[in-house]
């Protein structure tokens, strides 16, 4: 039998995901202007026609992997091996931090994004707790 837990994470972290994938997919300037202000959101579109085509390329199949990866939370939530759900979400909090660490190494470098990746690690850091919360909550289900 499955954590309950478990479904309500992966289905609450697929949301998200499907729904900022498909944003990226289609509507990216939108979420660049919503998300980094109008003057550096025209700044990541780039300067010429061919960078512009790259980097709408580039944002397309990002969202498009996002929204892949929001399906596969889906179908995962519906496991109901609990070794799986627990070495899942410790699969997870690995990429959280890990996403986080990269953020905080890479685009703390960049000038254009060097104000907005505190906000984006805190955001890292809070899915990833949201699995913490899963695996010391099956620990307690597992040993109660």
């Known amino acids: 039998m499955g954590s309950a837990a478990f479904f309500l994470t992966c289905m609450l972290h697929s ?31 780039g300067s010429t026609p061919h960078d512009q085509l790259l980097i709408r390329t580039s944002d397309s199949f990002s969202g498009l ?25 410790k699969g997870c909090i690995l990429l959280h931090v890990i996403m986080a660490l990269w953020r905080i190494y890479f685009e703390g470098k960049l000038e254009d994004l060097a104000w907005d990746w505190l906000r984006q690690v805190v955001g890292d850091i809070v899915l990833a707790l949201s699995w913490v919360f899963l695996v010391v909550y099956s620990w307690r289900e597992k040993y109660d």
Do not use: C, W
């Open 15 to 45: 949301l998200v995901a499907l729904t900022s994938g498909a944003l990226m997919m289609f509507y990216t300037n939108e979420i660049f202007v919503f998300g980094h202000g109008p003057e550096i959101a025209r700044k990541l579109q």
């Open 65 to 89: 992997l996002l929204f892949a990866i929001g399906f596969l939370l889906f179908m995962v939530a519906f496991v109901k091996d609990r070794e799986f759900q627990s070495f899942f979400a």
